[in-house]
């Protein structure tokens, strides 16, 4: 039986997929996880008890395990684990990314300079040092608007636009006090001490999610995002597929992943791109070695093999029962071809339930009501009663996930929208307790509101 080693937090949203695929094909899992090693199998799920800020003993231990069952491949789910993931690869003698690959895919600062070393379009930029991030706004090459973000942190935490010389200034008082919290220093990334500044991108957003085999990307579907992505914050919502651009756009859009991933240094495994599209072209946001987060994947599901595929996307009858992305990739992890897998032909997608505002989560409302709205097939509140919420850019979760499928993408965000209108979240915002973006939030939902002629 293969075996394939998954590296994870402990709370990975993927995990249990992995596992119900793991069972389909018949392969064997073993986790290495981020937990103490003095704990004896908390989880019960016989993990290699990992510290992905120890590389070197986590990597000891995982050999040591290996030994004792033999490993056919290796994943990263999630942005911590992909140095060590890929150090793990190496030292096993299996398809993996170089480690300093991976180390410059979750470093923005490395990622803006290998991509200008390569000629892709990059917006100028700049990296500070916390402790002297006040002088950023006397910086020559500073120019607004633009935007402020830390190296390290994912899904749009702590990224801020900034219009002016107070907003800039704002904006990084309040990135400053992020990195000096508790849960972000207990990461251990050594990306806590700089930010980056660099130059907004006008255009919209596209995600685009693939696999890369001896350097070659297998693009599985490009996502659109229909929210503007304008600032101040960058919250993502809906994520839909297949993509409304043009075929030369999207054409375009693989080519400069591609050569992103080419850039990095990237070679094996799992690839999740972000990019904007505007009159300056292509701009490659992330190419990260890992597949999309949280629950997201589900949107993905693959029909029938067709005709090989490389840079384009194809689509398929459905088989009796779609294969997942988790499917997929651990098929490509156990060395298997994917070549010919493409994605169904039904648009699918996803919104990711943004936070309003912060607090603790008291109860949730109209759950029924949104999951009959036709062309839903899910939702799922993955926030628990009593959680802390908190919106962007301080907030690193969702309130949970909606899923929708339906003839065209137009019709899914029409069906994911309606379901999240029928849903009510009663938060109580702590006493004494100020959220500090409510009021930058309300003024741009206003704006927001007002432009497009929409009732507050």
Known sequence: MPRVLILSTTTGYQLR???????????????????????????????????????????????????????????????????????????????????????????????????????????????VS??????????????????????????SRG????????????????LDALLSRKDVRALRSGLEETMLVEGFIEGREVA??????????????????????????????????????????????FEHVQRAASALGLTDGPVHAECRIGPGGVFVLEAAARPIGGLCSKVLRFGDVGPPIANRIGVTPPRSRPASLEDVLLRHATGRDITREVRESRAAGVMMIPIPQRGTLKSV???????????IEEVRITAK???????????????????????????????LKSAHARLRFHIATPIGVIDPGNEERRTADEERRTKNGEPF
């Open 159 to 174: 990224v801020m636009r900034a219009n002016s010389p107070a907003e800039l200034d704002a904006a990084i008082a309040r």
């Open 208 to 253: 685009v999610e693939g696999v890369l085999t001896r350097g070659t990307l297998q693009a599985f579907a490009i996502f659109d995002k229909p929210d503007p992505l304008d600032g101040p914050f960058f919250e993502e919502t809906i994520y839909v597929t297949p993509s409304a651009l043009p075929a030369a756009t999207q054409q375009a859009v």
């Open 17 to 127: 997929s992995f596992g119900d695929a793991a069972e389909r094909a018949g392969i064997d899992l073993i986790f290495a996880t981020d937990r103490c090693h003095r704990l004896d199998d908390p989880w019960r799920d016989a993990a290699v008890p990992v510290r992905f800020h120890e590389e070197d003993a986590s990597l000891r231990a995982i050999v040591d395990a290996a030994r004792a069952r033999p490993i056919d491949g290796v994943l990263a789910v999630g942005d911590r684990p992909v140095v060590l993931a890929a150090r793990a690869a190496q030292a096993l003698g299996l398809p993996g990314n170089p480690p300093e690959a991976a180390a410059a895919s979750a470093n923005k600062r490395l990622v803006r300079q290998r991509f200008a070393a390569a000629g892709l379009p990059v917006p100028w930029f700049f990296d």
């Open 385 to 415: 009663r009593d959680q802390l919420l908190e919106p962007l850019p301080e907030a690193g979760s969702y309130l949970g996930f909606i899923f929708g499928r339906g003839p065209d993408p137009a019709t899914v965000v029409s069906a």
């Open 365 to 375: 409302e109209g759950h029924d009501a949104a999951a009959a709205v036709q062309g």
């Open 130 to 155: 916390r402790a002297e991030a006040g002088s950023a706004v006397h910086d020559p090459r500073l120019r607004f608007p633009c935007v402020v973000k830390p190296l390290g942190l994912s899904g």
